[in-house]
């Protein structure tokens, strides 16, 4: 088991469970059913807010750790949103009673670290259409020392008995440390934590793949295509966001694949977007790579640089998909 006292462990996990709080709280009071379909404003005011309340707590607890992170502030600074960083401030209070729209302000530019030796990086809202949809989303925090992931966490407002990633309460807490493992706890009240595992299946034909609502950097046609010549006969899971990691760390689900659009040919994923969810993953005994097998090199600077699309499985089916990708030209 992880040592739930080591400063980084526990500055991790506090941060991720008060933001994740912090936006089931603006998602209760800001998402109606009454929202037009393109009013981002409540997802905006959360992003912001979990931004926030993770580089507050970071801040204090580790002032010299950069954090590389997906917001800064440049638009709430802007006279027309002065509206939207009131409503921010409001809900960073909570957490922080003396806040200020400076203080948010500052907390969040805190996120325009770069990449060193050590740092912090953080999605504060993965899977923002998932949010906007009552549906699935993630607070995604890791720690990389030397390049490599050392720590992870998820925070999953939405992801309990649905995907039977169960804890007691609503949502789960998710942690992996490097060469410690993959463990769940409750979001809403965390004690006990259970270990996770990747599933055992090595039949391609019945394999749960691990699919997206949304298409925006992916391609979906070839996703398709790749799950017939693979031999997939079951269903995909459909979800939103880095709790996908958690579904297959816990043996829900066996494969995810991350094509290139083709719209964005020359698209990178954010590092933000896959350090957390890929050590749990790892530590549950899964495996990671591009779409030619090389590992996530986080190394080359806020972006994946250095890889092609993401390829995750519960290692038995890594081989076959890899194959699989060959033969499809992917």
């Not at 941060?15 to 209760?28: D, H, I, K, P």
């Not at 070839?222 to 990691?245: C, H, N, T, W």
């Not at 043996?251 to 094509?259: A, D």
């Not at 290139?260 to 020359?266: A, G, H, T």
């Amino acid at each position: 088991m992880i040592d739930l006292n080591l400063k980084e462990v526990k500055l991790a996990l506090d941060a991720v469970r008060q933001a994740s709080q912090l936006v089931q709280q603006v998602q209760s009071e800001l998402v109606s059913a009454s929202l037009t379909k393109d009013d981002r404003s409540p997802v905006t005011v959360a992003d912001f807010a979990s931004q926030a309340v993770v580089a507050k707590m970071l801040d204090d607890v580790f002032p010299g750790d950069p954090l590389v992170a997906e917001e800064d502030s440049a638009a709430l600074r802007e006279a027309q949103e002065e509206a939207t960083l009131e409503k921010v401030t409001s809900f960073v209070a909570r957490v922080h009673a003396s806040t200020t729209p400076a203080s948010v302000c500052d907390w969040i530019d805190r996120g325009k670290g770069q990449p060193s030796q050590r740092f912090w990086t953080l999605d504060p809202i993965d899977g923002t259409k998932g949010f906007l949809r009552s549906d699935q989303y993630a607070v995604a925090l890791a720690l990389l020392i030397d390049g490599k992931v050392q720590l992870g966490v998820l925070g999953c407002p939405k992801l309990d008995s649905g995907y039977r990633l169960a804890m007691t309460g609503e949502g789960c807490l998710v942690l992996a440390r490097r060469s410690q493992g993959s463990w769940t706890t409750s979001l809403s009240e965390p004690g006990r934590f259970e270990a996770l595992h990747v599933s055992a299946c090595n039949d391609p034909g019945q394999a749960r793949m691990l699919r997206s609502f949304e298409s925006g950097h992916t391609n979906v046609n070839q996703i398709d295509e790749f799950a017939r010549s693979l031999g997939v006969q079951v269903e995909p899971v459909r979800m939103d966001s880095q709790a996908k990691y958690a579904v297959l760390a816990s043996g829900h689900g066996e494969l995810l694949i991350r094509l290139i659009s083709p719209s964005q040919p020359d698209y990178h994923e954010k590092i933000w977007d896959q350090a957390a969810g890929s050590l749990v993953l790892e530590e549950a005994g899964g495996q990671i790579s591009d779409l030619a097998g090389k590992p996530l090199d986080f190394r080359s600077g806020r972006t994946l640089a250095n890889n092609r699309g993401v390829l995750a499985s519960n290692h038995s089916l890594h081989p076959a998909a890899l194959k699989t990708l060959v033969a499809i030209g992917a």
